[in-house]
């Protein structure tokens, strides 16, 4: 999002705050959504994942407060302003939207801050429920806002560690540290190569145009209704195959040591798929990161269509929605491409060349109304910068 842009939603949301709250709010922050570019469902077997910012964003205008009193507004749902006491805040109360942003107070609470109420304002261009990762965007935007406001002095990694804890405590959703890290952290023009065990990270270039190519996304739009409790069997899966094989988690196997872990594990075929995956998922971000810091970015492609290969076969997590765009694009010419997020619906990205992007994408849409499925959602995606205050 150029700076024009973003000032430019920086300014309506303070606006429709000051309309909403009677007063201008204290400052305007913005946190972006994601994709993964590469390592997936590794960030709960403290492995490696590549996610880059989206120029979606979630945009927050917020006021502190003194009294105790959250009031929270988003401009994407309806419903009008909420109104919650700090004191009454508690984990799994609350099923609404309202639970992200009151998840975070409570998180920062519970760690020992002194923070004393707000008013929030909020509006979304990352689309929800996508893969992309709008409830960390919502999380994320919150805590750097409250962090500024209350001179917390947390630093990006710290920010994503308390969002986490809101969404896997206060929401009860038991998702991993990816999301909030890369919303937090990730730079424009990179893709952000993080270690989940340390949250030790690094910044690698990644400016597809300056080689004449793209990464496109592609939301099938679709979300399949078993996809939370098949995510919850995937994290059991990968516990058990750390305990049968001894070690703290599965970012402990070395690739060189997979088969000997395989062969271990015996007749127990379901975690066995479950190990080969994520070990492998690992040794591809590092090829990937090899490759991207040697100058050798249209080598990644290969190495994205192996992943997907690997979700689809192995995890089993894909979806024929998902399936079709990555056959369709290969097919087509493209680079790679793999389903991105957790799985079961969601989005997909495919690397191409510049010049056949009409074209793929052309041939993923028509691939897709020949199998009668809702047309997806295709844009391109450009590394965008990480949370960050707009005024
Ligand atoms: P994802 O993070 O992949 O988009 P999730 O299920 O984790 O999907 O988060 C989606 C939820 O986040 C929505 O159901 C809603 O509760 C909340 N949410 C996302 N965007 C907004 C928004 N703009 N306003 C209010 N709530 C939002
Ligand atoms: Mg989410």
């Known amino acids: 999002m150029s700076e024009a842009v973003a000032d430019k939603a920086a300014g309506a949301v303070a606006e429709r705050f000051t309309e909403l709250y009677g007063a201008e709010p204290h400052g305007v922050w913005a946190a972006p959504g994601?994709?993964?570019?590469?390592?997936?469902?590794?960030?709960?077997?403290?492995?490696?994942?590549m996610p880059f910012a989206l120029p979606h964003?979630?945009?927050?205008?917020?006021?502190?407060?003194?009294?105790?009193?959250?009031?929270?507004?988003?401009?994407?749902?309806?419903g009008g302003v909420r109104e919650l006491r700090l004191d009454d805040l508690s984990p799994e109360s609350d099923k609404n939207w309202t639970a992200y942003p009151a998840g975070v107070v409570w998180a920062l609470r519970e760690a020992g801050h002194a923070v004393t109420g707000a008013d929030i304002h909020l509006s979304?261009?990352?689309?929800?429920?996508?893969?992309?990762?709008?409830?960390?965007?919502?999380?994320?935007?919150?805590?750097?806002?409250?962090?500024?406001?209350?001179?917390?002095?947390?630093?990006?990694?710290?920010?994503?560690?308390?969002?986490?804890?809101?969404?896997?405590?206060?929401?009860?959703?038991?998702?991993?540290?990816?999301?909030?890290?890369?919303?937090?952290?990730?730079?424009?023009?990179?893709?952000?190569?993080?270690?989940?065990?340390?949250?030790?990270?690094?910044?690698i270039p990644f400016d597809l145009a300056a080689e004449g190519m793209r990464l496109i996304v592609v939301d099938t739009q679709v979300k399949h209704s078993h996809s939370e409790g098949e995510y919850g069997k995937r994290r059991a899966g990968c516990e058990k195959g750390a305990a049968l094989l001894g070690v703290n988690a599965l970012r402990d196997i070395p690739y060189a040591d997979l088969d000997a872990a395989l062969a271990r594990l015996g007749d127990e075929?379901?975690?066995?798929?479950?190990?080969?995956?994520?070990?492998?998922?690992?040794?591809?971000?590092?090829?990937?990161?090899?490759?991207?810091?040697?100058?050798e970015t249209r080598a990644?492609?290969?190495?994205?269509?192996?992943?997907?290969?690997?979700?689809?076969?192995?995890?089993?997590?894909?979806?024929?929605?998902?399936?079709?765009?990555?056959?369709?694009a290969l097919a087509s010419g493209a680079l790679g491409a793999r389903m991105?997020?957790?799985?079961?619906?969601?989005?997909?990205?495919?690397?191409?060349?510049?010049?056949?992007?009409?074209?793929?994408?052309?041939?993923?849409?028509e691939s897709f109304a020949a199998a009668g499925f809702t047309a997806p959602r295709v844009f391109e995606a450009v590394p965008a910068a990480g949370a960050r205050r707009l005024r």
């Open 269 to 295: 075929e379901e975690v066995r798929r479950l190990v080969r995956h994520i070990v492998t998922e690992n040794e591809r971000v590092e090829r990937v990161v090899s490759l991207l810091e040697s100058g």
């Open 57 to 78: 964003q979630a945009v927050a205008a917020v006021s502190r407060r003194a009294d105790g009193v959250l009031r929270l507004h988003s401009e994407d749902v309806e």
């Open 340 to 365: 991105t997020g957790g799985g079961f619906g969601g989005s997909a990205i495919v690397l191409a060349e510049e010049p056949d992007v009409d074209a793929l994408t052309k041939a993923i849409q």
């Open 34 to 49: 994601r994709v993964n570019l590469i390592g997936e469902h590794t960030d709960y077997n403290d492995g490696f994942v």
């Open 124 to 203: 979304s261009t990352v689309p929800s429920g996508a893969g992309l990762s709008s409830s960390a965007a919502l999380e994320v935007v919150v805590a750097l806002a409250l962090n500024d406001l209350f001179s917390l002095d947390l630093r990006g990694w710290q920010l994503a560690r308390l969002c986490q804890r809101a969404e896997n405590v206060y929401v009860g959703a038991p998702v991993g540290i990816m999301d909030q890290t890369a919303s937090a952290c990730c730079e424009a023009g990179h893709a952000l190569f993080l270690d989940t065990r340390d949250l030790s990270q690094r910044q």
């Open 300 to 328: 990644i492609g290969p190495v994205l269509a192996e992943g997907h290969a690997s979700l689809r076969d192995d995890f089993r997590i894909s979806c024929p929605e998902l399936d079709l765009v990555v056959d369709t």
